[in-house]
C-alpha cells in the first residue's frame, strides 16, 4: 500500500533498520538513530542496485516520487540512476568552479607544481591577475573571441605586441584545461593566432665595439658606489652569465679547487645545470667577495642585507650612472657583447654557444650532441677575460 505524509510521521524507531515500501521500488528507511531517508530499490544489467534519494522531511514524499519516476526513465533509456547522480553531482562542483579566474588559478598551481622559475611564475600571475582582469568574473564558457580579440589588441595598440603574444598564449593554455575539465567547449583563443600583429623584434641594447666597450669597463672600475654591485656586474661579464644567474650566486655552487661555478638547473633559463670554467679574473673576484660569515649564503649581497639578493634593477642603475641610456647597453646586452666580438674574431661559434648556455637550435643534433667542450670553454674564459683587460687600455 502506498505511504502517506500522516503514516510517514507516525513511524519510530526500532532496534534495528526497517524499510516500508512505497510502490515501484521506493522505500522508506528508518534506522534505529532515528533518521528517516528515501531508497529506490532496481536492477541494472542483472544486478540489483539501491540509489539513495535524500532525508525526509527534507525529500518529501512527492519529491521521493518523482525523483524515482526520473529514475525510472532513466532505466527505460539504458541508464543506471547511481551513475547519472554521480555524473550530475560532478557537474554541479565543475559549475562551481566556472570562472576565468578559478580555470586560470588551477592553471598556475599547475605550473608551481612542474617547478617553473620564479621569474616565469611572476609573469604567467602578472598575465592572469592585471592583463586579464576584466575576464576575472566571467564564466568561462561564455568568454568570446570577439571578447578576447578586443582585450589582446587594446594591449596591441599600446605598442606592447609581444606582451599581447604572450598573454594569448597563457589565455589559451587556461582554456585547455577548461576543456579538459569540462567547463569550456573550445579555446576561442586559437582563432586569435594570426589576428595579432607580430611582435616588433627589438635585440638587447649592447655595445660590440671594442674600443667602446673598454671604455665602458673602465667607467666600471672607476665606479665609487656599493663595491659588490661593479664586482658582480664584472663577474657576468667575464662568465657570460644571465644578470639573474649572477646575481643570484651562492658559495656552495662554486668549486674552488677546479675553479668551477656550478649554476643549478632550477636557476638556469633552459632548466638544465650549468657549470662555468672561472677565468683567472673572474676567480680573484670570487675570493675577494668570499665571505666566513655564518649565514651568509650569497656571494654578491645586497647592501640592505647580507641575506638579500641585489636588487633586479642594480646592474641596470648603474649603467645610467655611469652614463649610458637604456638604448645604448644593459646589463643582459653584455652576453651579446661577448657572443659579438667572439664571433667575429673566428672562435668556434659552438664553444661560444656552449659558454652563453644557449640550446642547439636544430634538434636531431641536440639530441645527440651531448659534448660540453669542457676543455675549450675553460680556454676560451681565459681568452675572453683577457680580451677585456686588451679592451680597456684601447
Known sequence: ?????????????????????????????????????????????????????????????VDARRKRDDARILLADGKDPSIQKQLNRIDAHVKARMTFKEVADEYYDTLVERGLADATLRKKRWHIEDLAKPLQNRSIDQITAAELLHLLKTIERSGRRETAK??????SAIFRLAMVTMRAPADPSAALKDALLPPKVKGRAAITDEKDFGQLLRRLDDYTGWPVIPAAMKFQ???????????????????????????????????????????????????????????VELLFPSNISNRKLISENAFNTVLRRLGYSGDEVTAHGFRVTASTILNSREYNPDVIEAILAH??????????????????????????????????SL
Open 1 to 61: 500500500m502506498p505511504l502517506s505524509d500522516l503514516k510517514i510521521r507516525k513511524l519510530k524507531q526500532r532496534d534495528k533498520p526497517f524499510r516500508i515500501s512505497d510502490g515501484w521500488g521506493l522505500y522508506f528507511l528508518v534506522r534505529p538513530t532515528g533518521t528517516k531517508s528515501w531508497q529506490y530499490r532496481y536492477q541494472f544489467m542483472g544486478k540489483e542496485k539501491t540509489l539513495s534519494i535524500g532525508q525526509y522531511p527534507v525529500v518529501s514524499l
Open 166 to 171: 604572450k598573454l594569448r598564449a597563457t589565455i
Open 237 to 295: 661579464i667575464l662568465t657570460c652569465t644571465r644578470p639573474g644567474e649572477t646575481r643570484g650566486a651562492r658559495m656552495h655552487e662554486f668549486d674552488l679547487d677546479s675553479r668551477t661555478w656550478t649554476i643549478p638547473a632550477t636557476r638556469m633559463k633552459l632548466r638544465r645545470e650549468h657549470k662555468v670554467p672561472l677565468s683567472d679574473q673572474a676567480f680573484e673576484i670570487v675570493v675577494d667577495n668570499w665571505s666566513d660569515i655564518k649565514g
Open 359 to 392: 640550446q642547439d637550435t636544430n634538434a636531431i643534433r641536440r639530441t645527440y650532441n651531448r659534448t660540453t667542450y669542457r676543455d675549450q670553454r675553460v680556454e676560451m674564459m681565459q681568452i675572453w677575460a683577457d680580451l677585456c683587460d686588451e679592451f680597456r
